[in-house]
């Protein structure tokens, strides 16, 4: 059974980095494509970024200058970085699976979690 879980803190003041973790269970994150997605309140959902199976990277282009995605092998997990924060980047945020890069047909979800960015 595929399982996705976001952690990381639930508060970033203004200009610090929004750090986020995707423990993936059940598959390899070597296979597939794996995804960053938030949502702001009152608003609809926006791809941030992947990484693919290959660890080949692709952003946003809105939010290109400011996000990394990394990952860790050894223990399947898939990291976010946000750079300077705003309090516009306050969101749940979603780690998902797509079986390639490129859709943003998913069908797997973490279950989300809130980041709020405030001083």
């Known amino acids: 059974q595929v399982q996705l879980q976001e952690s990381g803190p639930g508060l970033v003041k203004p200009s610090q980095t929004l750090s986020l973790t995707c423990t993936v269970s059940g598959v390899s994150i070597t296979t597939y494509a794996w995804s960053w997605i938030r949502q702001p309140p009152g608003k609809g959902l926006e791809w941030m970024g992947v990484?693919?199976?290959?660890?080949?990277?692709y952003y946003s282009p809105s939010l290109k200058s400011r996000t990394s995605i990394s990952r860790d092998t050894s223990k399947n997990q898939f990291s976010l970085q946000l750079r300077s924060v705003t309090p516009e980047d306050t969101a749940v945020y979603y780690c998902a699976r797509a079986q390639r890069v490129g859709t943003l047909e998913y069908d797997y979800w973490g279950q989300g979690t809130q980041v709020t960015v405030s001083s």
């Open positions: 990484i693919a199976y290959d660890g080949s990277t």
